[in-house]
């Protein structure tokens, strides 16, 4: 059996299908090292994906439930997928602060507002995107971009999560209708830039493969001259699955962890008892006996 973590996942606490039980208790029958609940944190507007706030003290107490039940087992840590909006919503300055959270994934979904008020997530359906890039932006997806990475830097800097989520999840609409070109100069700056400074933060950047099998064609986040970017400046990552199912808790990880090695990565940085750690891995999983607990 492949040893793996997961830092990533979502239950019925927001948008995802089984409870939290069910992914941990998944995660300890393909033998993880680890798994990580990471509901997407509430925000201070309806959202039908979102935690509502008055689920959040029983989530964080569920998961200290299975902490113990599964205790010299398997390590269960307690997560949030925390959004940026900026102007509106960070983890810095907020209620979400004072949680006794083990980590904290940081992650841009919402770009702006729409007319009526409500805010616009571009992490849909692709028409939906396409209607909304044209009524907020007149299809200048240049400046969606650029909006976006830099709300990502801005989180960066403000919020400075353990982990980015999905760092080029924008370009997920770009197979059903091309509205930009990775090798662009002013993108690659916008990566660069942004890499630039996760590497001044010290934050760990998720090879994220849900894009793998919910894409057609698969993508992975983030695409591989990104990986090879951040390599040469050095940036710790690991392997996430952002499952929304117990089944997809490490779908996608043989070809990402195949990616990153030939890519020259030989550790991935996970939690081994509650401390951030390098662990030697290659494609038959993690070398967890290599290093001392
Ligand atoms: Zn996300
Ligand atoms: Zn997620």
Redesign the pocket.
């Known amino acids: 059996m492949k040893i793996w973590t997961n830092f990533h996942s979502h239950s019925t606490y927001c948008d995802g299908k089984s409870e939290p039980g069910d992914f941990v208790k998944e995660a300890f029958n393909r033998g993880f090292h680890a798994f990580g609940c990471s509901s997407?944190a509430p925000v201070p507007f309806p959202s039908h994906w979102n935690m509502p706030l008055e689920k959040l003290q029983d989530y964080l107490s569920t998961i200290n439930r299975l902490k113990s039940r599964y205790k010299g087992h398997i390590q269960v840590y307690t997560g949030l997928?925390i959004d940026y909006i900026e102007g509106h919503w960070g983890y810095a300055g907020s209620f979400l602060k004072e949680l006794p959270l083990d980590y904290r994934i940081g992650?841009v979904?919402y770009l702006d507002r729409l007319p009526d008020g409500s805010f616009f997530c571009f992490?849909g359906k692709p028409e939906g995107f396409f209607e909304k890039i044209e009524l907020l932006y007149k299809n200048d997806f240049k400046a969606v971009i650029r909006k976006y990475y830099h709300h990502v830097r801005q989180m960066i800097k403000y919020d400075t999560p353990d982990i980015i989520?999905?760092l080029d999840?924008i370009k997920m609409h770009n197979t059903v209708r091309k509205y930009f070109d990775e090798n662009e100069k002013w993108y690659v700056r916008e990566l660069e830039d942004t890499i630039d400074l996760i590497s001044e933060k010290k934050c760990i950047v998720e090879v994220n493969t849900r894009g793998l099998y919910r894409h057609d064609p698969p993508m992975l986040y983030p695409s591989q001259w990104v990986l090879e970017y951040m390599f040469e400046k050095n940036i710790p990552v690991m392997i996430n699955s952002?499952a929304h199912h117990p089944s997809e808790i490490d779908t996608g990880y043989d070809f990402a962890a195949k990616v990153l090695h030939e890519t020259g990565w030989d550790t991935l940085r996970i939690l081994i008892n509650g401390a951030w750690t390098d662990v030697p891995f290659d494609t038959d999983g993690l070398k967890i006996d290599k290093i001392k607990q």
Do not use: F, T
Request: net charge negative; aromatic share 0%.
């Open positions: 997407h997928e992650s979904h992490d989520g999905h999840k952002d």
